[in-house]
């Protein structure tokens, strides 16, 4: 639990794909440091995918036990191929009517983005075994150092740089577990605390 | 004006690396409150810590290099239509060079201009000075904070808020309840109140500007600013939403004359990476 003063225990660390049994182990206030190889998706992927629903085969990377970042990168291309420059996350709760059935769907054991989501996809984590990470919103340079390199990138022409699927292999990774497989949200606890004080302030107590 | 079109592009790189010392100030005022070992006190050194490597190896402290918008004080006589071309100009050239993320998208086509121009964007308003100089003022406004944005018109039934300014107050808490950690806490905020729609939103904006330990020239409306910012932060919402002491840095109002019929308030919420800088020339 996230209380105030409180200190961050251990800090685990995962490696990517994840199984269930990863997934469950990993709870709500624990903060991690994600190694592997996972792949980035904002509006555009979310209702290509939830829209178009697009079988596994036609998709060139492997989603299964992957985590989906939310983010828009800032990339530049080289002779080399690309290059991170900036990469934080975007706003998740943008992408709540499409998450639950991308969950399901490609069997991603990992959402990524800022400021947590809602019911629909509380009900998806636990389901389908899965876990919602906040990272740092705006630490977006930070974040991109720990991207060791762009493997690849899907839909690039067709969506544009910010809104294509990126492929990234990353080292220490950092995020917070904020909603876990078990139903819990620290959102939602942090949302109903602050909502009684928001009460009080105006009066309406 | 080919050196102004230098200076913009300059302007939009600083503006886009650099956080301003203010800013960057009340984040480490805030880190110390939180406490180090804390999550909250955590989350705001990495904070900084981005902060720092952004200003050092010059890249984009965000990666929404967000909306420009421009403020632009130029003495009569000098053209507008000029200024505005330049910055137009200067927005395609920082985007490559900087570089910053395309943002600008067609409503009709949804397609992506690529290089930070189109239709109103970037938002540029002018005004005339009686100085010699152009001053020109930008913010990159991230979106995710711009979302969190609000308008009220009083009385708010709901907000139990009257035309007053205490229901100001209520109108910003409920904004920041609304927004959770969704926009980048801890948030900078700027109000404006007054008679029409469009004028109360760009005085917002425009507070936005205001440096966070300035002081209000009205001594009500800086007690009211200190207050609303002492409340704010006992909602617990904390550095990126996931609780603590530190969910706004400051507030900053704005006032116009109101209609007798009309009390707008408008709310803008600006992220942690407030991003503002100045262009004298």
Redesign the interface.
């Known amino acids: 639990m996230?209380?105030?003063?409180?200190?961050?225990n251990d800090i685990k660390t995962i490696t990517l794909p994840l199984a269930k049994d990863d997934v469950l182990s990993l709870h709500a206030g624990d903060?991690i440091l994600i190694n592997g190889l996972m792949v980035t998706g904002r509006d555009r992927v979310h209702t290509f995918l939830f829209n178009e629903k697009p079988e596994k085969k036609f998709i060139p990377f492997n989603l299964e036990g992957t985590i989906l970042y939310h983010?828009?990168?800032?990339i530049?291309k080289t002779a080399g191929g690309f290059t991170l420059?900036?990469?934080?996350p975007?706003?998740s709760?943008r992408v709540e009517k499409y998450q639950h059935r991308i969950i399901s769907s490609y069997g991603i054991r990992g959402i990524m983005g800022?400021?947590?989501m809602g019911q629909k996809t509380r009900e998806a984590l636990r389901e389908n075994g899965c876990v919602y990470l906040?990272t740092?919103?705006?630490?977006?340079?930070?974040?991109?150092?720990k991207v060791k390199q762009v493997v690849d990138v899907w839909k690039l022409d067709e969506f544009?740089?910010?809104e294509a699927m990126w492929l990234f292999d990353v080292q220490g990774f950092?995020a917070?577990v904020?909603m876990d497989a078990h139903g819990r949200s620290?959102?939602e606890e942090?949302?109903n605390?602050?909502?009684n004080?928001?009460l009080k302030?105006?009066?309406?107590y | 004006m080919p050196e102004l079109l230098d200076k913009i592009v300059s302007l939009y790189r600083k503006t886009a690396t650099v956080l301003p010392s203010d800013v960057e100030a009340a984040l480490e005022n805030a880190c110390r409150k939180e406490?180090r070992?804390?999550?909250?006190g955590?989350?705001l050194s990495?904070?900084l810590?981005?902060i720092a490597?952004?200003r050092k190896?010059r890249?984009?402290?965000?990666?929404?290099?967000g909306l420009p918008v421009f403020f632009v004080k130029a003495p009569f006589g000098q053209s507008q239509r000029e200024i505005r071309e330049i910055i137009v100009r200067a927005t395609r050239i920082a985007t490559e060079t900087v570089?910053?993320?395309?943002?600008a998208v067609d409503i009709l086509t949804d397609k992506?201009s690529?290089d930070n121009t189109g239709t109103g964007f970037p938002v540029i308003y002018f005004e005339e000075t009686s100085r010699g100089k152009i001053i020109i003022d930008l913010m990159l406004k991230?979106a995710?904070s711009e979302?969190a944005g609000q308008i009220y018109k009083l009385p708010a039934e709901e907000?139990?808020?009257d035309r007053n300014l205490d229901g100001v107050r209520?109108c910003v808490?409920?904004a920041v309840?609304k927004a959770?950690?969704?926009?980048?806490p801890p948030y900078i905020i700027g109000v404006g109140v007054g008679a029409a729609k469009d004028q109360v939103t760009k005085l917002s904006r425009e507070q936005l500007f205001r440096k966070i330990q300035d002081s209000n020239p009205s001594e009500i409306l800086a007690d009211l600013e200190q207050k609303i910012t002492d409340?704010i932060n006992?909602?617990?919402?904390?550095p990126?939403?996931?609780?603590?002491?530190s969910t706004a840095l400051g507030v900053k109002i704005g006032i116009n004359h109101r209609h007798p019929a009309s009390y707008f308030v408008d709310v803008s919420v600006s992220?942690?990476?407030t991003r503002r800088a100045r262009l004298i020339w």
Not at chain 2, 180 to 184: E, K, N
Request: glycine residues 20%; contains cysteine.
């Open positions: 996230v209380k105030r003063g409180n200190k961050i903060m983010c828009g990168p800032v530049k420059v900036a990469g934080g975007t706003t709760m800022k400021g947590g906040n740092i919103g705006g630490a977006a340079v930070y974040l991109a150092d544009g740089m910010t950092p917070l904020t620290l959102h942090i949302e605390r602050s909502l004080e928001f302030q105006i009066g309406a | 406490g070992g804390s999550p909250a955590t989350i990495t904070i810590e981005n490597l952004a190896t890249r984009p402290i965000c990666q929404d290099t570089p910053l993320r395309p943002n992506n690529g991230g995710g979302n907000l139990k808020a209520k808490l409920d309840f959770q950690g969704r926009g980048c409340d006992q909602l617990g919402i904390g990126i939403g996931i609780g603590g002491k992220c942690w990476a």
